[in-house]
């Protein structure tokens, strides 16, 4: 299984971005996928998660309201979706998937992803 994130770069506080990650190299549909946050000099913490078998989001409250996780089964894409961006979002956002639902006490634990993606880099000036 392969994540690939694209829509990073850079944006003036208050602009939006839409980040992509593509999931390829599996048959199946119902996945866990996770976006975390790194922040330069910070541990990765996960910010928006969803279940692409019922399309179910959950949000942090640091990007609650701001953020917002969606998917595409037909593209095998989920995306990420900021708005009113602020520079304590800058960092790397990592793409994660896990097979099958996740227990709520579950979802927000880094040990529960078993793939990660590269990548991308959001920088908010």
């Known amino acids: 299984v392969q994540l690939v994130e694209s829509g990073g770069g850079s944006v003036q506080a208050g602009g939006s971005l839409r980040l992509s990650c593509t999931r390829s190299g599996d048959p199946y549909d119902h996945w866990y996928m996770g976006w975390s946050h790194q922040a330069p000099g910070k541990e990765r913490e996960a910010v928006a998660l969803i279940y692409t078998g019922d399309g179910v989001a959950n949000h942090g409250p640091s990007v609650q309201d701001r953020f917002t996780v969606s998917k595409d089964n037909a593209k095998n894409t989920v995306y990420l979706q900021m708005n009113s961006l602020k520079p304590e979002d800058t960092g790397v956002y990592f793409c994660?998937?896990?097979?099958?639902?996740?227990?709520?006490?579950?979802?927000?634990?880094?040990?529960?992803?078993?793939?990660w993606g590269q990548g991308t880099q959001v920088t908010v000036s």
């Open positions: 994660a998937a896990r097979l099958g639902w996740v227990p709520l006490r579950e979802r927000w634990q880094e040990s529960t992803y078993k793939f």
